[in-house]
């Protein structure tokens, strides 16, 4: 067929759009699959021991046995899919349990909500047992406080020596960090400070040698300047100690209006990463700052206020795409019981039943904002107690199983019809749903929620799903 465009007119075009496409691909390499830890755990650096982990996962399932020490009630005080139809009888619960052990996926096509619970418990016990912290942040900010510089500075020693002991001994979780202060006129120098003889004498320690997935948290930024200089500093450090060239890698906190909004009302959220350059690893949204930054009272200050969703908002459509990843703030209502027993002494029945009140009461406020911060699209979020570990991995377990059935069936059909639009059930689906659903998988799969064998029964194969890509795997199966 005879073209109107000469060969040389074709070509300066394809040449301006490869221009423009390559442009956009250096902004936008694609957000990564690799392994995202789901959670934060933030303690205060003083407190920090190097089997801290471990410790914390004994903690969580003392709490988990003392005030659910089965799926029923779990599931019941977290408000699982159902809960209410689980079985309070004991003889009932037990016969039921028995069942799932012998042949979950049997009563699973009959009793979904009891496999889901059983499935979640399960889970959550054995993940408790086995890698109960997937990150922790050594904390000098909020969670540890102003204290003297002498005093600082001996923690700040100390901590390293504990993460160098816990690199010696296997003991740290997979991903591990530490926080410093604020950059502010009035903490700069002690932040600067409390990094310095950190990582010196991790340095020292080590023989110039990083934890896995190490970094630098930047609390409380409000400008760019803020973070270049941090980007500066840990080059110098790197330079000095005997640190690998861009190994120690660092992450921001939207916690002020102006980390979203600057007074040129331009969006900082992308200023921030750019100035870190090539170091900027996440960012982190902060509810109660920028909630308190926002003027808004503390009687009202909450993980789903609407001011705290359109800051997220901000933050993943400035990221998407950049392999930045993005993490969710905290639930602060602790699951603490107000009475605790004498030593060797037991608490009595109302004073126990009083405990489980407060505690069930927090389980469901922390599950609800781990929910909420899922739904819209952060897969990452704080705890601060270990009375919460159980909540965040049953919610993450929750959010995938309870959609894994469903999401299946309709990734099969749209790889069985390949280019065709399918209908699954009363649900239309198109290409950008198709990408949504295998976003579901990959970012299952990165959690640990949805396993290789339930990936692989929807027909895809890990190729296809390492492509990342939809829209390729659809057009791979049609030039077949």
Same mark, same amino acid.
């Given at each position: 067929?005879?073209?109107?465009?000469?060969?040389?007119?074709? /070509?300066?075009? =394809?040449?301006? %759009?490869?221009?423009?496409?390559?442009?956009?691909?250096?902004?936008?390499?694609?957000?990564?699959?690799?392994?995202?830890?789901?959670?934060?755990?933030?303690?205060?650096?003083?407190? %920090?021991?190097?089997?801290?982990?471990?410790?914390? &996962?004994?903690?969580?399932?003392?709490? +988990?046995?003392?005030?659910?020490?089965?799926? #029923?009630?779990?599931?019941?005080?977290?408000? +699982?899919?159902?809960?209410? !139809?689980?079985? !309070?009888?004991?003889? *009932?619960?037990?016969?039921?349990?028995?069942?799932?052990?012998?042949?979950?996926?049997?009563?699973?096509?009959?009793?979904?909500?009891?496999?889901?619970?059983?499935?979640?418990y399960?889970?959550?016990?054995?993940?408790?047992?086995?890698?109960?912290?997937?990150?922790?942040?050594?904390?000098?900010?909020?969670?540890?406080?102003?204290?003297?510089?002498?005093?600082?500075?001996?923690?700040?020693?100390?901590?390293?020596?504990?993460?160098a002991?816990?690199?010696?001994?296997?003991?740290?979780?997979?991903?591990?960090?530490?926080?410093?202060?604020?950059?502010?006129?009035?903490?700069?120098?002690?932040?600067?400070?409390?990094?310095?003889?950190?990582?010196?004498?991790?340095?020292?320690q !080590?023989?110039?040698?990083?934890?896995?997935?190490?970094?630098?948290?930047?609390?409380?930024?409000?400008?760019?300047?803020?973070? #270049?200089?941090?980007?500066?500093? %840990?080059?110098?450090l790197?330079?000095?100690l005997?640190?690998?060239?861009?190994?120690?890698?660092?992450?921001?906190?939207?916690?002020?209006?102006?980390?979203?909004?600057?007074?040129?009302?331009?969006?900082?959220?992308?200023?921030?990463? /750019?100035?870190?350059?090539?170091?900027?690893?996440?960012?982190?949204?902060? !509810?109660?700052?920028?909630?308190?930054?926002?003027?808004?009272?503390?009687?009202?200050?909450?993980?789903?206020?609407?001011? =705290?969703?359109?800051?997220?908002?901000?933050?993943?459509?400035?990221?998407?795409?950049?392999?930045?990843?993005?993490?969710?703030?905290?639930?602060?209502?602790?699951?603490?019981?107000?009475?605790?027993a004498?030593?060797?002494?037991?608490?009595?029945?109302?004073?126990?039943? *009083?405990?489980?009140?407060?505690?069930?009461?927090?389980?469901?406020?922390?599950?609800?904002?781990?929910?909420?911060?899922?739904?819209? &699209?952060?897969?990452?979020?704080?705890?601060?107690?270990?009375?919460?570990l159980?909540?965040?991995?049953?919610?993450?377990?929750?959010?995938?199983?309870?959609?894994?059935?469903?999401?299946? /069936?309709?990734?099969?059909?749209?790889?069985?019809?390949?280019?065709q639009?399918?209908?699954?059930?009363?649900?239309?689906?198109d290409?950008?749903? &198709?990408?949504?659903?295998?976003?579901?998988?990959?970012?299952?799969?990165?959690?640990?929620?949805?396993?290789?064998?339930?990936? +692989?029964?929807?027909?895809?194969?890990?190729?296809?799903?390492?492509?990342?890509?939809?829209?390729?795997?659809?057009?791979n199966?049609?030039?077949?």
């Amino acid at each position: 067929m005879k073209l109107s465009l000469t060969h040389d007119e074709m /070509a300066a075009y =394809c040449g301006e %759009l490869r221009a423009s496409n390559q442009a956009f691909e250096s902004h936008y390499p694609a957000d990564s699959f690799d392994r995202q830890p789901v959670h934060t755990v933030y303690g205060g650096a003083n407190l %920090l021991k190097a089997g801290f982990a471990a410790k914390l &996962g004994e903690v969580a399932l003392k709490t +988990l046995e003392t005030y659910a020490p089965s799926y #029923s009630v779990f599931a019941r005080a977290l408000g +699982l899919p159902r809960a209410d !139809t689980l079985p !309070t009888n004991a003889m *009932e619960l037990a016969s039921l349990t028995r069942a799932l052990e012998a042949n979950p996926d049997q009563v699973r096509e009959t009793k979904q909500a009891a496999w889901l619970a059983f499935t979640v418990y399960k889970r959550v016990v054995k993940k408790l047992q086995t890698e109960p912290v997937e990150d922790n942040r050594i904390d000098f900010e909020d969670g540890y406080g102003n204290r003297p510089d002498d005093e600082e500075d001996g923690h700040a020693a100390s901590a390293a020596d504990e993460v160098a002991k816990g690199m010696r001994e296997g003991l740290l979780p997979p991903f591990i960090g530490i926080r410093v202060k604020t950059f502010s006129e009035e903490c700069k120098q002690r932040s600067i400070r409390t990094l310095d003889i950190f990582l010196t004498r991790l340095a020292e320690q !080590t023989g110039g040698k990083l934890p896995p997935n190490f970094i630098v948290t930047l609390p409380k930024v409000t400008t760019p300047g803020q973070v #270049s200089t941090c980007a500066r500093i %840990l080059e110098n450090l790197e330079a000095r100690l005997g640190f690998p060239k861009e190994s120690l890698k660092m992450e921001i906190m939207i916690e002020t209006t102006q980390a979203i909004i600057n007074h040129q009302g331009e969006n900082t959220v992308p200023l921030l990463v /750019a100035a870190a350059g090539s170091r900027c690893r996440s960012a982190i949204f902060g !509810t109660y700052d920028y909630t308190a930054s926002c003027n808004i009272t503390a009687a009202h200050q909450n993980h789903t206020h609407p001011a =705290c969703d359109f800051a997220r908002h901000v933050m993943q459509v400035s990221l998407a795409g950049t392999g930045i990843t993005i993490s969710d703030g905290a639930t602060t209502s602790m699951p603490i019981g107000p009475h605790k027993a004498a030593k060797d002494a037991l608490l009595s029945a109302q004073k126990m039943d *009083e405990n489980r009140v407060v505690v069930h009461g927090a389980w469901k406020l922390h599950y609800d904002n781990i929910m909420h911060s899922l739904r819209h &699209g952060y897969y990452q979020g704080w705890d601060l107690n270990p009375g919460q570990l159980p909540v965040r991995y049953a919610a993450m377990d929750t959010f995938f199983l309870s959609s894994l059935q469903d999401a299946s /069936a309709r990734l099969n059909a749209f790889l069985n019809k390949a280019a065709q639009a399918t209908l699954v059930g009363n649900t239309f689906d198109d290409a950008a749903t &198709g990408q949504g659903l295998l976003n579901f998988f990959l970012r299952g799969m990165a959690c640990g929620a949805i396993t290789e064998q339930e990936v +692989l029964a929807t027909g895809i194969t890990l190729d296809e799903l390492r492509s990342r890509s939809f829209v390729q795997i659809v057009n791979n199966r049609t030039s077949k």
